[in-house]
């Protein structure tokens, strides 16, 4: 019997590349993006993975200054928030603030594929976040029972103080929203909240800690340590 010629080997390979199959598409928004219009842009490309089998995604921006509430935020946690547009949300978590400096990355993946595991989910997205901060020196851990990752703040052995936020949805098991990471936001900005509901604890930044990088760092970054924690699923 005579093997397939190796045009027709890599024609067969092309064409079993299916959007449901190939890895995430990863798409960068260089300008600041108002929350609104964003969100429901990514709302309908979850939707378009789950009914038409649309490549994963993950997307890179900036928001412009909002504040925002997940589906636990309470009212008495919203202290002063100024002149930022407030906006309640269908994610999960409390509230917190996106702006200028902090690296958001919304992640939507499709869980048919990936298992309908959201504890899972929340696991790795908590590991690719430490991992990633790993890469620049800074030493990102979980708190038990509390949203997003922590770094020491050297007030105390036990101080800790938050540098990146969770806050994911999950639509017919189909994720969206995601993550946030604090790169050299105004920090004043969480005066105006109990950022997640957490009141035992401040907010920090690559920038406090003294940790010089870029965006553009921290996206690669991003990249390079996501197949660590999201594999691409056999088959």
């Not at 969100?39 to 504040?67: N, P, T």
């Not at 620049?136 to 101080?159: C, T, Y």
């Not at 050299?184 to 950022?195: E, K, Q, R, S, T």
Request: charged share 15%; with cysteine; net charge negative.
């Amino acid at each position: 019997m005579l093997s397939p010629s190796p045009l027709t080997a890599f024609s067969d390979r092309i064409n079993s590349m299916t959007p449901a199959n190939l890895p995430p598409l990863w798409q960068h928004y260089p300008d600041l993006q108002p929350y609104t219009p964003l969100v429901s842009k990514m709302e309908a490309y979850a939707a378009a993975i789950r009914h038409d089998g649309a490549q994963e995604a993950i997307w890179l921006l900036e928001h412009e200054a909002v504040y925002t509430g997940g589906t636990s935020a309470k009212p008495h946690d919203l202290l002063s928030p100024g002149k930022a547009p407030i906006i309640e949300v269908g994610r999960g978590g409390q509230w917190t603030w996106h702006g200028p400096g902090q690296r958001v990355a919304y992640v939507m993946l499709d869980l048919t594929r990936r298992g309908q595991d959201v504890r899972a989910l929340v696991h790795a997205l908590e590991g690719w976040i430490i991992a990633s901060l790993a890469n620049f020196g800074i030493a990102g851990q979980r708190r038990a029972g509390l949203p997003g990752i922590w770094v020491k703040n050297g007030e105390s052995d036990s101080g800790l103080d938050k540098i990146a936020a969770i806050g994911i949805r999950i639509s017919r098991w189909v994720s969206w929203h995601g993550i946030s990471i604090n790169l050299d936001p105004d920090l004043a900005a969480f005066d105006a909240i109990v950022p997640c509901g957490v009141s035992d604890g401040g907010v920090t930044s690559f920038a406090n800690l003294g940790i010089s990088a870029s965006m553009d760092e921290l996206d690669a970054t991003l990249k390079a340590q996501f197949d660590r924690f999201f594999p691409l699923p056999a088959g």
